[in-house]
């Protein structure tokens, strides 16, 4: 059985609800039946508007690198994953790897791919696709 909802109050000018009432009462061909739902679906309404303007925040941001590794904020996984850079490759410690999309999206930062084309020709076993 769906639990009956619970309600809550806001409050709002008298005169404005006044308004809201006469309108409500007097144009019935919208299918308002209380000042309630007219405030409620008004609300609704302009929260979807809203929402619809909110850009989404990209599900990677490099927080810091230096020629050590890499720290990546993964907003899907609501943490901070770190990449470290060593003379025999690139490891992600959250994945366990060298070709998971952490690591992918470290060695597409320019600042990150300077570091490490450096330490390629320091001798470091570092695989980069060819230049982006
Ligand atoms: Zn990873």
Known sequence: MPRKPEYTGVSIKEEF???????????????????????????????????????????????????????????????????????????CTTDQSDKCEHVQFAIEQPEVRAILLQKRKEGWKIDLPEEI
């Open 17 to 91: 609800a006044q308004s809201v009432e006469n309108f409500v009462k007097e144009h019935p061909e919208f299918g308002y039946r209380s000042i309630a739902q007219f405030v409620e679906d008004a609300a609704r309404r302009r929260l979807e508007e809203l929402r619809a303007q909110v850009k989404p925040l990209p599900r990677f941001e490099q927080v810091n690198s230096d020629e050590n590794g890499v720290k990546i904020l993964d907003r899907q996984l609501h943490k901070v994953v770190d990449v470290y850079f060593k003379p025999n490759g690139i490891r």
